[in-house]
């Protein structure tokens, strides 16, 4: 049974169809990533995979649950969801290890020992340990998605979902934050990845999904969509993504 | 007492009951810095977390109460009221009148400072799980207080100067002291200046104090 299984997901804004009929499945221990051009609906997609978004109408069926009926414990749902964003998201009056004790005190209800440790331990594995007294303001970009790639994890989620980990950060702090993902990719976290990033796509993916006007035109390993693709459509995509050398 | 100033005499004579006054004007403005604090936390929360109905009407409580003058609350609550067989005493009805008011203005000042804080931090509170009242109490609230330290200052200084109107409603605070010592001795100027003088003593402690808060809770990096 796949993990998450999405049949025939619609979203529409006003009267903006953003998602068309999106299906796709994640199994345990799988990493996919989504690509595509923007407003393709990628985002939009994730969101509406933990309910922040609500979709018009498909199903979701989060292990063996299906979380697009009414009644669903959302907050249940969320717990098991760590989301990292684009923009980090951090608790600015919060210090790094406060931003990641934060949830685990009030939601996993940790006693406040049990959270540092877990905090000290998620921050060792992502070499933010140093840095745990600063305050967001006094990180560089690559610390602050760190930090919130541990906040998430901390947590221990079923599924670690990325929204453009990388598209605000400058080519070395991107690689910074790459590694770290690579690292969970290689400890066979589970994760549905959205990004731009071609090297963050080909180096943590088990296979990507090309979103293409709010419908999936493929999915396939990286080599196989990167170059020379049949679809003139995704072959136009990576020409201008892709520099790989 | 001969060649002494004989204001400086009505003032020692007075003494008693300006300092009675003074300690009437502290608590009346301790009173209503609190209560105005949390109600307008109160208010501030139902406007983002209320229903429909509930969120508009917190919207009308505050236009009502900023757009109207306080002395007409108070006046309806301590002269109207009565009319209708209710009656309150001068510091029950400082104390009613003034928290609505100053709940309103506080409630305001913290909606501004909400506006100014990144939703992102709100949607990654969502995205974790938190209810929209633990969101409100460990993310929103901590920011929004300290975004909102200066106005609310400044509203605990306006309490103060605001409370010397109290003594329109038969409050004996210390405005109202300095009244009867210039009607005994027909000194208006030295009466209302030594007034002054005391209003802004009071103040500059809550300015030193204000910004001893602002730079505690200041956070690195900013």
Partial sequence: MALIEVKNLVKQFDDKIVLKGVNLELNEGQVKVIMGPSGCGKSTLLRCLNLLVQP??????????????????????????????????????????????????????????????????????????DHRNKYPAQLSGGQKQRAAIVRALAMDPVVMFLDEPTSSLDPEMAREVVSVINKLYLENVTMLCVTHDAFLAKYISDSIIFLDEGVV????????????????????FYLSVVDLK | MTGMDPFLHDLIVFSPQILAGLKNTVVLMAIISLTGFFGGIAVFYLELNGNKICRKMTERYISFFIGTPLLVHLFLMYYGLPQLGI??????????????????????????????????????????????????RSITLPQVLRLSVPS???????????????????YQDFFAQVQEIAATNFEFFKAYMMAGLVYLTLVSVIVVAARGLEKRIALPGF
Avoid: C, W
């Fill in chain 1, 217 to 236: 035109l493929e999915e396939d390993i990286a080599e196989r969509l990167f170059y020379d693709h049949p679809n003139p459509r995704i072959r136009e």
């Fill in chain 2, 87 to 136: 009656h309150i005493s001068p510091l029950a009805v400082s104390v009613i009148g003034f928290t609505l008011n100053v709940s309103a203005y506080n409630a305001r000042y913290l909606m501004t400072a909400y506006n100014g804080l990144d939703q992102m931090e709100l949607e990654a509170a969502r995205a974790q799980g938190f209810t929209p009242a633990e969101t409100f």
């Fill in chain 1, 56 to 129: 018009t109408s498909g199903q979701i069926i989060f292990r063996g649950e299906e979380i697009t009926r009414p009644g669903v414990d959302v907050r249940r749902l969320r717990r098991n969801i760590g989301f990292v964003f684009q923009h980090f998201a951090l608790y600015s009056h919060l210090n790094v290890q406060d931003n990641v004790t934060l949830g685990l005190r009030k939601i996993r209800k940790m006693s406040a020992r049990e959270a540092t440790d877990k905090a000290f331990h998620e921050l060792e594995r992502v070499g933010m340990f």
């Fill in chain 2, 152 to 170: 609310l200052t400044n509203q605990v200084i306006q309490n103060l100067k605001d409370t010397s109107v109290a003594f329109l409603i038969q």
